[in-house]
Nanobody
Framework: QVQLVESGGGLVQAGGSLRLSCAAS????????MGWFRQAPGKEREFVAA????????YYADSVKGRFTISRDNAKNMVYLQMNSLKPEDTAVYYC??????????????WGQGTQVTVSS
């Protein structure tokens, strides 16, 4: 089992930045790829970004490409999502997730509880 806990969400004005963090615990010796997903009110959960265990491969949704950056520190069992130039349409609950097979679509094996990001116009 892997436990994931997100933090760093909050309220920010359009054009601002936030950095989300995800702390992993449990079976962290296994080599999991990590992803970020989000779910806006009334919408389905969608893929945001993913990174392989080594960090050598990354993928981004077109809607965040060039604005968001995923990174990880395996020594600290941490994953981050730097979000710049935020837009009101980025408002959502953001989830950190882990998968044993690098992918940009669900299913993922483990999920965090989510952190709210609200971007005001």
């Amino acid at each position: 089992q892997v436990q994931l806990v997100e933090s760093g969400g909050g309220l920010v004005q359009a054009g601002g930045s936030l950095r989300l963090s995800c702390a992993a615990s449990g079976r962290t010796r296994s080599r999991y790829a990590m992803g970020w997903f989000r779910q806006a009110p009334g919408k389905e959960r969608e893929f945001v970004a993913a990174m392989s265990w080594s960090g050598g491969s990354t993928y981004y949704a077109d809607s965040v490409k060039g604005r968001f950056t995923i990174s990880r520190d395996n020594a600290k069992n941490m994953v981050y999502l730097q979000m710049n130039s935020l837009k009101p349409e980025d408002t959502a609950v953001y989830y950190c997730a882990a998968t044993s097979t690098f992918r940009v679509t669900e299913p993922y094996d483990y999920w965090g509880q989510g952190t709210q990001v609200t971007v005001s116009s």
